[in-house]
Nanobody, 124 residues
Framework: QVQLVESGGGLVQAGGSLRLSCTAS????????MGWFRQAPGKAREFVAA????????YYTDSVKGRFTMSRDNAKSTVYLQMNSLKPEDTAVYYC?????????????????WGQGTQVTVSS
């Protein structure tokens, strides 16, 4: 079993930046594909970004391209989401997730393990 813990959320003004972290337990972190999803109140869970197990491939939803950067540090069993130029519409609970196999990185059902989420609030 993999346990994921997110951190780094908070309140920030529009145009500001935050860096989210997700640290995983276990011995096989480097074998997992990792994703970030978010969910705003009253909205469905939305794919944000993903990184392959090797760290060589990243994927982003169109609304965050050019603003968000996902990376991983397997030595620290941690993935990051650097969020710049934040907008009020980025306000949501952000979740990290781990997948053993990934046919489509944006498909939430591919992810077997989920963190508890961290709140990101962007004020105007």
């Amino acid at each position: 079993q993999v346990q994921l813990v997110e951190s780094g959320g908070g309140l920030v003004q529009a145009g500001g930046s935050l860096r989210l972290s997700c640290t995983a337990s276990g011995r096989t972190f480097s074998s997992y594909h990792m994703g970030w999803f978010r969910q705003a109140p009253g909205k469905a869970r939305e794919f944000v970004a993903a990184v392959s197990a090797s760290g060589t491939s990243t994927y982003y939803t169109d609304s965050v391209k050019g603003r968000f950067t996902m990376s991983r540090d397997n030595a620290k069993s941690t993935v990051y989401l650097q969020m710049n130029s934040l907008k009020p519409e980025d306000t949501a609970v952000y979740y990290c997730a781990a997948a053993i196999f990934a046919t489509y990185y944006s498909y939430s059902n591919n992810y077997a393990y989920w963190g508890q989420g961290t709140q990101v609030t962007v004020s105007s």
